[in-house]
């Protein structure tokens, strides 16, 4: 059996394309446009590079994108001034603090401080806790988590009564893309580093979502045939026959696994993609929250 691929490229397209329309609408309406303010402290490869591609899907969207670049030695008294500073600017819609933040600075005080309407990550305490509340309504959902619910919807794929096992127990994606399972009615598993026996576990699964930052961790015979793997994972691992000498893989034993399974995403082209594009979705819905647009 060879799995469909659920294509990241395409239905991120789809997402960022509405939003795009959605965001030309509101400037039609009120004349601005919806802004999201990103906060990068240091010089993390990785980060740099993300922040870089959430910059440009903005602009591509016709939104507005500030990015405040702070160096390393920043201290937690100036990354909490900006934040105070872009919570109180009507321009900014949507403010973003680009984790993990260098050592010494304390992430969670700094994620507290985001405007709870203007918190377009999803990860203050409040966002959160409504997140895994019953019957609560977050103001925003983190963009990863979102977007592998997202890819699940719009593939088709059955989510209620379903079994879902969730590799990984992150603050970012595991913990709340289980939520999100939950909260679509699957039956959720959430799986880490001390689970016995985990691929009994995976074997379980009609949905999979592998979020543990390990390279190919999870291998095709762990899966259940015919079951929807959601990769999150994004490694660089040395590959001698490329010209950068890497190339990146999941968590997820690619070649293996889609030999197996009904459905699963690709590295790249896969969830990697829908996180900026959901992002803009949520910068969208900050700007009409703020606007008491519904
Ligand atoms: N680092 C890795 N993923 C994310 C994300 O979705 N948001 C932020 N702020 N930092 C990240």
Redesign the pocket.
């Known amino acids: 059996m060879t799995a469909q691929l659920i294509d990241g490229k395409i239905i991120a397209e789809a997402v960022r394309r509405e939003a795009a329309e959605e965001t030309a609408k509101l400037k039609a309406q009120t004349g601005q446009a919806p802004t999201l303010a990103?906060v990068l402290v240091g010089d993390n490869p990785?980060?740099q590079s993300?922040v870089t591609s959430k910059g440009r899907a903005c602009e591509e969207a016709g939104m507005g994108s500030i990015t405040h670049r702070l160096p390393a030695t920043a201290t937690q008294a100036e990354v909490e001034e900006l934040v105070r500073a872009l919570n109180a600017d009507p321009a900014v819609n949507g403010i973003?603090?680009?984790?993990?933040l260098p050592k010494g600075l304390d992430e969670e005080a700094v994620l507290n401080l985001i405007s709870l309407n203007k918190d377009v990550?999803g990860?203050h305490p409040m966002n959160i806790g409504q997140l895994v509340m019953k019957g609560r309504t977050p103001q925003f959902i983190?963009?990863?988590p979102a977007g592998c619910i997202e890819m699940l919807v719009r593939s088709g794929i059955e989510i209620a009564g379903k079994d879902a096992v969730v590799v990984g127990r992150s603050n970012?994606?595991g913990v709340p893309v289980a939520a999100l399972l939950q909260n679509a009615d699957a039956t959720v598993t959430t799986c880490h580093s001390k689970t016995k026996d985990l691929p009994a576990k995976v074997r379980n699964a009609d949905i999979v979502v592998a979020a543990i930052g390990r390279p190919e961790y999870v291998r095709g015979e762990w899966l259940k045939p015919g079951c929807a793997v959601i990769d999150v994972g994004i490694n660089r691992i040395p590959d001698a026959t490329k010209k950068s000498g890497a190339r990146l893989v999941g968590d997820v034993a690619f070649a293996e696994a889609v030999e197996v399974a009904g459905y699963i995403t690709p590295v790249p082209g896969g969830v990697g993609l829908m996180?900026v594009a959901m992002?803009l979705t949520n910068t969208v819905r900050a700007f009409k929250l703020q606007h008491g647009i519904a």
Do not use: R
């Open positions: 990103v990785a980060s993300y973003l603090v680009q984790l993990p990550d990860f983190p963009c990863t970012i994606v996180t992002l």
